[in-house]
Protein backbone atom coordinates (compact mmCIF):
# COMPACT_ATOMS: atom_id res chain seq x y z
CA UNK A 1 0.00 0.00 0.00
CA UNK A 2 0.62 3.39 -1.13
CA UNK A 3 0.60 6.67 1.36
CA UNK A 4 0.15 10.78 0.70
CA UNK A 5 0.63 12.86 3.37
CA UNK A 6 -1.89 15.62 2.87
CA UNK A 7 -0.15 18.60 5.25
CA UNK A 8 -2.23 22.27 6.12
CA UNK A 9 0.56 23.35 8.69
CA UNK A 10 0.50 27.22 7.93
CA UNK A 11 -2.92 27.76 8.63
CA UNK A 12 -4.91 28.78 11.98
CA UNK A 13 -5.93 25.40 12.44
CA UNK A 14 -3.11 23.17 11.11
CA UNK A 15 -3.91 19.26 10.02
CA UNK A 16 -2.49 16.58 8.49
CA UNK A 17 -3.99 13.85 6.69
CA UNK A 18 -2.93 10.17 5.72
CA UNK A 19 -4.40 9.38 2.60
CA UNK A 20 -4.84 6.17 0.53
CA UNK A 21 -2.89 6.80 -2.59
CA UNK A 22 -4.90 4.61 -4.75
CA UNK A 23 -8.54 5.32 -3.35
CA UNK A 24 -7.99 8.65 -1.84
CA UNK A 25 -9.59 7.41 1.44
CA UNK A 26 -8.97 9.61 4.58
CA UNK A 27 -7.03 6.77 6.58
CA UNK A 28 -5.76 9.19 9.45
CA UNK A 29 -6.01 12.47 10.36
CA UNK A 30 -4.14 14.76 13.13
CA UNK A 31 -5.20 17.53 14.79
CA UNK A 32 -3.68 20.78 15.91
CA UNK A 33 -3.58 19.28 19.40
CA UNK A 34 -2.22 16.04 17.91
CA UNK A 35 0.55 17.83 15.87
CA UNK A 36 1.57 19.93 18.76
CA UNK A 37 2.25 16.28 20.46
CA UNK A 38 3.95 15.06 18.63
CA UNK A 39 6.59 17.88 17.97
CA UNK A 40 6.85 18.36 21.62
CA UNK A 41 7.83 14.45 21.80
CA UNK A 42 10.23 14.88 19.26
CA UNK A 43 8.78 12.54 16.80
CA UNK A 44 7.41 14.92 14.25
CA UNK A 45 10.39 16.82 12.20
CA UNK A 46 8.66 19.47 9.83
CA UNK A 47 11.74 19.22 7.43
CA UNK A 48 11.05 15.27 6.71
CA UNK A 49 7.66 16.16 4.99
CA UNK A 50 9.57 17.81 2.61
CA UNK A 51 11.67 14.92 2.08
CA UNK A 52 11.75 12.94 -1.14
CA UNK A 53 13.48 9.70 0.28
CA UNK A 54 10.95 6.94 0.42
CA UNK A 55 12.75 6.05 3.68
CA UNK A 56 12.31 8.66 5.78
CA UNK A 57 8.50 9.21 4.47
CA UNK A 58 8.34 5.46 5.09
CA UNK A 59 9.06 5.68 8.60
CA UNK A 60 7.32 8.97 8.72
CA UNK A 61 3.78 7.68 7.99
CA UNK A 62 4.60 4.27 9.99
CA UNK A 63 4.93 6.34 13.23
CA UNK A 64 2.21 9.17 12.39
CA UNK A 65 0.00 5.53 12.13
CA UNK A 66 1.43 4.90 15.41
CA UNK A 67 0.78 7.59 17.29
CA UNK A 68 -2.92 7.77 16.03
CA UNK A 69 -3.58 4.27 17.23
CA UNK A 70 -1.69 4.84 20.35
CA UNK A 71 -3.43 8.13 21.10
CA UNK A 72 -7.19 6.41 20.23
CA UNK A 73 -6.71 3.70 23.36
CA UNK A 74 -6.05 6.27 25.45
Known amino acids: MTYLIDAWLDRPDPCLRILHRE ?16 REQGELDLHELGSSEPGILKELVRNLFLFCYARALR
Open 23 to 38: TGEVCAVLDAEALDEL
